[in-house]
């Protein structure tokens, strides 16, 4: 096919186009065609040099990917140009020119080198990668002795260099993998770079040519041929020669590769990423094992005199019925019989989880092989080894790992296989849905000294979202399912309820301590109803933060972490008593009631800052806590800590940015005399200092006797730069509040000014009246908006003109998306009714958008 094409165009350039769009040719036959169309050209190009040029005993190479046949749409050719000594320098860069040349006009990208054999042995001795990438030459045209000798001379040193070149080897994986990160985990992976990508799958290939190890065979393959097939898609659809796979593009390489959707397509590319870690990790242990093993045998002949020292068998030291330790792996005992002893696969696994071991992959293949299904439901062994396993921590991870690609986990627990691999396109998680689950058990396996139940806090970990592999309420599915599951593996009908419950209402606490007003009694009061017991709650409490904690830095912090602890005193303290805390607000601190007194006393704004800090970090660069910035009008107030740090997610006080930094921030106290429009003002103020707000919280109350005070608690951030000095910012605030600062004009002359880049088309805002959550006090209005400079600001403007009262708020944000709630009443302070409610709702959602 690819001969007639030539033959029709009479080019290189036009036989390359058809080929690549010659729609019945794709995967390895259109690289291998690539490859070979390539292949001509360059042997057309080079000889007709060589005969312009006279040079003689010269051979081309295609090294690299290009040497291994794999040419993608648009990958470089990486060549060498051989030559032997006795040429002269100017005849071969001759002839080189008149091959680098016409693929540089053609926009080809060219990696190139001209070397003699001995210069190139001595450039792979000298770079790791020059001497991977000769392990893959393939004689193009010229002299194929030239390329024969080179290529047996490499593979030579390659094998006798194997001790010292594989250990750079992989140290240069793992240094590639923590810049890349892990590619069966990433939203937007890099094909080639991430761990678990082609470049992995390349190294896997040199260890092998070592002699040193081998890797696992099995689907390893099939795994190069999705990723190379995704990025053969990728280049075509694009036209650029990219290797990550960016969300835009998703759709289009999904469909050119004939799948459903994006997701079906990151699915395929994380199994075979998988396929290729497990294969890496299998593979390094046994170049590890293999080298520690050559390095004792001189030792050894050193204490038994010359000769060769006697081998003597590798201890084999119990670890659990049927499991020992071999070699630093977790193996099957000699007696052991799979299929007799349908719980070993759990055993096996717990015990390697315990020991700190991998679970060898020849014990896990003859598991999958050999092992009975478990009975069902199972017998309590059985369940109790599942509960080890998963309370071993870290160690759970890789076992978890091993089990699951050898098709273990599946066979114990079927429904999670619409788990696995399955992407969650939300930037605030940084696990697949099954990974997820795994590292919310190994999260919680840290908090079983808090509950009296930590078999059932380990197991709904395990399955807390299991329900995201089905439509709907991925809490009410998952919870049908967690029933069945948990009802498999044996527990009794009271157990199977709470694991019920704690699925189904694994976001009840975050949701309500961060959208919910606890002063309110009937917030207390849902909660209390819902868990029941104070049994249930303390399996809830850990099981929200264990959740918060796997999904990433955004979703927890010291913040989230005060209000949980808060929320949760006080439905433990409603539990225990039997009654529900008494109407009204909460008493304020000392730092709250003195701040409220003298903005009582003045009438106007007086502040606090205080920087936070990350777990560990000082609270300011001189080990301050912060700036007191009480005071009258006009006092001389502290200027706040200077680092800034982004937005993290819903009062997320730590993130790549600040990884390092002691203050993340500051938490600014506010106290006013309270007055319709105050938050609007004050975030507006907020706005116009750049000041990012990850978290606030309103309420007020009477100080003195003389009228209410509301007090305004801020997380903030400088949005970039410093942070802005407190006495700035009360000035700002006490203009603001006298109705002498034009915030609106003010922020729209920053707009035009610095016009902010336009970025994705974000889902429509939506303000809706929380269902049940309306209390005997107020009504609930909940925004959920993409977050912006000014949104606060906006939806406080918005609710100030629907005439209604902001009571308190729960202001919080997570990633780009703002999910606030604000408790509001009429004008004569009660809560608003069902049809008024809906109204206010519809206006403040048509002022956002």
Known sequence: MTESVEAQDGSYAAARLRLLTEEALSGPPRRAALSALTDRWLTSLVTAAAEATGVSGYALLAVGGYGRGELSPRSDLDLVLLHDSGKTEKNVAALADRVWYPVWDLGVALDHSVRTPAEARKAAADDLKVQLGLLDARHIAGDPALTSNLRSTVLADWRNQAAKRLPALREMCQERAERQGELSYLLEPDLKEARGGLRDATALRAVAASWLADAPREGLDEARTRLLDARDALHLVTGRATDRLALQEQDQVAASLGLLDADTLLRQVYEAARRISYASDVTWREVGRVLRSRESRPRRRGLLGRGRAPESAPERVPLAEGVVELEGEAVLALPAKPDRDPVLPLRAAAAAAQAGLPLSIHAVRRLAA??????????????????????????????????????????????????????????VHRFTVDRHLVETAVRAAGLTRRV?????????????????????????????????VAVRIGFGSADVDTLTLLVRHHLLLI??????????????????????????????????????????????????????????????????????????????????????????????????????????????????????????????????????????????????????????????????????????????????????????????FDPIGEGRVALLSWRVSAEYGALPEASRLRT??????????????????????????????????????????????????????????????????????????????????????????????????????????????????????
């Open 732 to 849: 700002d605030l006490a203009r603001a509040f006298d109705g002498n600062l034009d915030i609106e004009s003010r922020l729209a002359e920053r707009e035009a000014a610095y016009p902010r880049r336009r970025g994705i088309i974000p889902p429509p805002p939506r303000v809706t009246v929380a269902p049940g959550a309306t209390s005997q006090t107020a009504t609930v209005l909940e925004v959920r908006a993409h977050d912006a400079p000014g949104l606060l600001h906006r939806i406080g403007l918005a609710l100030t003109e629907a005439a209604v009262t902001i009571r308190s708020a729960r202001i919080s944000t997570l990633g780009a998306n703002a999910v606030d709630a604000f408790y509001v009443l009429d004008k004569d302070g009660n809560p608003l009714s069902p049809a008024r409610a809906e109204e206010v709702a519809r206006q403040v959602e048509a002022a956002l958008r």
């Open 511 to 700: 949701d309500t301590a961060t959208r919910r007003d606890l002063d309110d009694p009937e917030t207390v009061r849902a909660v209390a109803e819902t868990v029941r017991d104070t049994s249930t709650l303390e399996l809830l409490a850990a099981l929200t933060e264990a959740d918060a904690l796997a999904t990433g830095p955004a979703a927890w912090s010291t913040w989230r972490a005060s209000l949980l602890a808060d929320l949760v005193a006080r439905v433990a303290g409603a539990l225990h008593t039997g009654a529900l805390p008494d109407s009204g607000d909460s008493e304020p601190t000392a730092e709250e009631e003195r701040l409220a007194i003298e903005a009582a006393r003045t009438g106007g704004p007086v502040l606090a800052l205080h920087a936070e800090t990350a777990p560990g970090g000082a609270a300011g660069a001189d080990g301050s806590d912060g700036s007191d910035g009480s005071g009258s009008p006009g006092s001389s107030e502290g200027a706040g800590p200077t680092g800034a740090g982004g937005r993290t997610g819903n009062a997320a006080e730590a993130d790549a940015g600040d990884e390092g930094r002691g203050a993340l921030g500051v938490e600014l106290l506010l106290a006013v005399p309270d007055r319709p429009g105050l938050i609007a003002e004050a975030a507006g103020v907020l706005a116009l200092h750049r000041l990012t707000v990850r978290a606030a919280d309103l309420r007020s």
């Open 452 to 484: 009296g139940r930590p078999d059932l806090l380990l197991t709904a970990a395990l399955l807390h979202d299991i329900g995201k592999g089905w439509p709907g309420d991925h809490s009410e599915a998952g919870a049908v399912i967690a029933h069945d």
């Open 370 to 427: 050999e092992a009975r299904p478990l009975p069902v439901p199972w017998p309590a062994e059985a369940r109790e080894q599942l509960v080890t396993l998963l309370g071993a921590g870290e160690s759970t991870v890789p076992v978890w790992e091993a089990l699951e690609a050898e098709g273990l986990i599946t066979k114990l627990i079927p429904d999670w296989e619409r788990v696995r691999c399955r992407p969650q396109r939300n930037a």
